[in-house]
């Protein structure tokens, strides 16, 4: 290492099985050389780590190379050796030889439980040998493999992604009479099923049954769920779906949220639209620049004009210029009065140029309200400064008001409004 700290075969045992977790083959072979060219022995933890990489990596070829060198060094290969090179086999599609494998590990005496027998059946069932990974399933089930219902479930999830959905129920009454349980993925598989099905009641069914047995939703539970609700127009539904799934801690992806907020949007459902963005904006997540515009547009719609100014203010860079402009135009007209000098410079800031008509409409607002006074004011004194100028019916109609807010102030305001308004002029004349 750079900092001259030594490592121990610990620590390079430690570094293997981070590689092999995050699927960094090439890194564990490498960590894997460096330990024994410093003289430090490799033990069946070792090799076992590097054969997962090999695993992730689908290398049978380097795996049956460990699996050699193993022996040679006169190291004893476990259980966990030979299953971990079954993985290898499955992913790798070797089927021929996993069968082999697992022929080996059963005569070893190291397949009396299921895992053997579902890596085997999970990987077939996954390539499409359907036929093949039931016929492993009831050999495993001949043998009286001891088994904790993962075997069900990849059969249950294997006939349901294939649309056998009266088998899968079957093999899940099965499980359940002769074990008095489900699990989260046997109830998840049942519920894909029958949301791809359309089948409401045995949606609700598989949502009480997960209620009586205690088992909360995961991620993938509120994944099919939400997906399903979409799917069916039941959008409000699908939202409070959402609100369960985000209070629970799991964090929803961006493609389910942008599709259920265009409907929610879609069928005025503004507000909701809304919390599930704020959702989405939670997960700290990168959000596409699309989505802010169009949840602006939703906000909009549903005259919710105080979100929505949040909404610019925070993104204004990832907004379209006609976007900005009507929100900016739908503020001024009906948005709260209290906030239109805040609008103003949060546009200015974000690089907009305010135009005259924005201008003309906050300064009639203001008008309108001779007791905002004070933000009348504020906003004449702050546009000069930004080199803004009112134009001359604007302010005709501010001298034609001056009694509501004090011939004096006004008169002071205008006079540099005209200063600037000469000095535009002129700028405009020189660029020509």
Not at 61 to 76: D, P, Q, T, W, Y
Not at 215 to 226: E, K
Not at 255 to 283: P, Q, W
Request: proline share 1%; glycine share 6%.
């Amino acid at each position: 290492m750079s900092n001259g700290l030594q490592m121990d075969s610990v620590t390079y045992g430690s570094l293997l099985s981070v590689c092999a977790s995050h699927k960094e083959c090439n890194e564990a072979a490498k960590y894997f050389q460096k330990m024994k060219d410093e003289g430090h022995s490799a033990n069946v933890y070792h090799y076992s780590s590097l054969l997962n990489a090999y695993s992730a990596d689908k290398n049978y070829e380097k795996a049956e190379a460990v699996i050699e060198e193993m022996r040679s060094a006169g190291l004893v290969l476990n259980k966990v050796i030979y299953t971990t090179l079954l993985k290898v086999y499955v992913k790798g599609g070797l089927f021929e030889k996993s069968k082999e494998l697992l022929k080996e590990l059963e005569a070893l005496g190291y397949a009396k439980d299921e895992m053997p027998f579902c890596l085997l059946m999970d990987g077939l069932a996954k390539s499409g040998h359907l036929l093949e990974a039931k016929s492993v399933f009831d050999e495993m089930m001949e043998k009286q493999v001891k088994t904790d219902g993962y075997s069900y479930s990849i059969m249950i999830s294997a006939f349901c992604r294939s649309g056998l959905l009266e088998d899968a129920k079957k093999l899940a009454s099965e499980f359940e009479e002769k074990y008095d349980k489900y699990d989260i993925v046997i109830l998840n598989a049942m519920l894909s099923a029958y949301c791809r099905a359309g089948k409401m009641e045995n949606v609700m069914s598989m949502m009480k049954k997960m209620d009586d047995s205690a088992i909360s939703p995961d991620w993938n539970t509120f994944n099919i769920l939400i997906r399903y609700f979409c799917k069916e127009k039941l959008y409000l539904l699908a939202y409070r779906t959402m609100e369960d799934m985000h209070s629970k801690g799991h964090q929803p992806e961006e493609g389910l949220c942008s599709s259920l907020i265009y409907h929610l949007g879609k069928t005025g459902a503004h507000s909701e639209a809304f919390s599930v963005y704020n959702m989405l904006r939670c997960t700290k997540r990168t959000i596409s620049n699309a989505l802010h515009e169009n949840i602006l547009h939703i906000l909009i719609a549903g005259r919710l004009l105080k979100d929505a100014y949040v909404v610019v203010k925070d993104n204004a860079g990832f907004i379209s210029q006609p976007a900005i402009k009507k929100f900016s135009v739908n503020f001024m007209r009906s948005g709260n009065v209290n906030l239109i000098n805040d609008v103003m410079n949060a546009m200015h800031s974000s690089g907009h140029k305010i135009d005259q008509e924005l201008f003309d409409l906050a300064i009639a607002r203001y008008i309108a309200k001779p007791e905002k006074k004070e933000l009348l004011l504020w906003l004449l004194k702050w546009m000069p400064g930004k080199g803004y100028a009112i134009d001359s019916s604007t302010r005709n109609l501010i001298l034609k008001n001056s009694h509501l807010f004090g011939h004096q102030l006004i008169a002071e305001s205008l006079s540099k409004h005209l200063v600037m308004s000469k000095k535009v002029k002129l700028h405009k004349e020189n660029a020509r």
